[in-house]
């Protein structure tokens, strides 16, 4: 358990467009390592989200209304910067395979070099939800497949909800 004066503060950024269960499994993973766990999304205006910051932030709260020690917030700009104003020490991000490594290594060490005093933990998904991505869920219901136990089934309706008005 990592303790510090006041509590670790964590912060767990993401797209999360939307939320899976493996990013659920992660919140449940880093809710119990850290005394407050915030979930960040990113406002990214160069990307074309399916669902709103917004309607984001609606489905995350409500998938982790049951961790009172986590929170839902939306940011912008450098992570770190974020972080650091937050009064974070940590970031986390999940690891499923091989193919996620160069990526997260990457980022991690930029931001290292970025903020030297924030250290990012890599926690991996449970192997039930290694397989699964945002971007795949996404693809799989677009195209009639079966979603059930990929997404919480809050996710799962807003999305059928989605398909059927044409995504
Ligand atoms: O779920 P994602 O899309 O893989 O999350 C990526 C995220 C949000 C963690 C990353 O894009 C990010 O931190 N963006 C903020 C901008 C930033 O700080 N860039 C420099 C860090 S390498």
Redesign the pocket.
């Known amino acids: 358990m990592v303790t510090k004066r006041g509590g670790a503060v964590a912060i767990y950024?993401?797209?999360?467009d939307p939320i899976t269960n493996g990013h659920l499994d992660l919140i449940d993973r880093g809710a119990k390592l850290f005394d407050r766990l915030i979930v960040a999304i990113?406002r990214n205006e160069s990307k074309e989200p399916l669902f709103s910051v917004e309607e984001r932030t609606e489905m995350l709260r409500e998938v982790a209304a049951s961790y009172p020690n986590v929170d839902v917030d939306s940011f912008h700009?450098?992570?770190?910067d974020y972080a650091a104003d937050k009064g974070a020490s940590v970031i986390i991000r999940g690891i499923r395979a091989m193919s996620d490594y160069e990526y997260e290594l990457?980022?991690a060490l930029?931001?290292r070099r970025l903020a030297p005093g924030i250290e990012t933990v890599f926690l991996m998904a449970s192997e039930d939800y290694s397989f699964i991505s945002s971007r795949l869920v996404k693809e799989v219901i677009s195209l009639g497949g079966d979603i059930s136990g990929l997404v919480p089934p809050l996710v799962e309706v807003r999305l059928r909800n989605r398909v059927s008005r044409g995504i």
Do not use: A, D, E, K
């Open positions: 950024p993401g797209s999360f990113l700009g450098l992570l770190v990457q980022m930029m931001n």
